[in-house]
């Protein structure tokens, strides 16, 4: 009994595996490396070993170059790379720092020059090229150092989205629009997963049942026109974001960003119209206690003496919280103290009225106490 619940649980568990990876294909967050191994003298060279190493993770990916000097590596995860080139006769060829962004493909040219594998000729890439030639999509990538270093007002990185060229925002960041299309062209994906309102089927400008938070993006993409399959074809504007992963070296921060009514300045219209406070002879300012702390921790999954999990399995977790206690005020109409007793007054021609309405109710044999 105990191996067939077993059986059951792992049978269970493999179709729910197997429904989010088919469920997350509807939107691809990996990005094809093409490129061109070359000697000195621009001719291809074919036979080359390429090897293409994620810096962060070590994951490790080879190809060899064809006829014409080309080759292919189908499928990588944004990130940095280490791209190593090597053929027997000539020096080594290694690119560091090259960038992989989110479904975006990506091209590289090595040269060779004459000379011992012992030999190597190093080269620093300058991060992802100004001018993508290598889809036909319209498109703005924001890595995560560009996240971290610009102001933003919310932690919300839909808000995010509003300072992107191409969007009107002429509200909040709920209503807006992008190249003037309708807010119901948006779809937002989070790893290739839409977050759209499955009821309504629309992100309603930039907003989602899921809203990812700053700390846990690592980039975000937007596509205005021209998507490519990578896309599935859902809407005219593409947003896709891409979470932050563990790698090789252990990463965190802890935050709290915090505003209270101490720090503020009073508001013109208070200082107008509200009687100054006894105690500091000035108008009160409008009550504030605002909170939004979290932590964010991420690395390889390691377990002295059992298991290392160093270029093999990583972990990232990301926790915000928003605290913000508030005074409500709330009007309700009650009956005053004679209303309870019945009486009630009325305009007629004369003047005022009053009339006992539960003494009336039991002059007619009808209920004459009050409910």
Known sequence: MRHRFLGLALSWLLIGMGATLAYAQGGNTSAPLTGTVADASGAPVPG?????????????????????????????????YTITVSLSGFKQSVTKGFKILAATPASLRATLEVGGLEETVTVEATGAPLVQTQSTSISQTVEVQQINNLPVQSRNALDFLAGMPGVSTPGGARDSIVSGLDQSAINITIDGMSVQDNYLKTTDGFFARLSPRLDAVEEVTMTTAGGGAETSGQGAIQIRFVSRQGTNDYHGSVYEYFRRDSLNANTWFNNRDLPPDPATGKAPRAKLKFDNYGVRFGGPIRIPGLFDGRNKAFFFVNYEEVRQPADVSRQRIILSPSAQQGIFRYNAAGGVREVNLLQLAGANGQTATMD
């Open 48 to 80: 080359a070993n390429v090897v293409v190493k994620n810096e962060g993770t070590g994951a490790t990916y080879q190809a060899v170059s064809g006829d014409k000097g080309t080759f292919a590596v189908p499928a990588l995860q944004a990130g940095t």
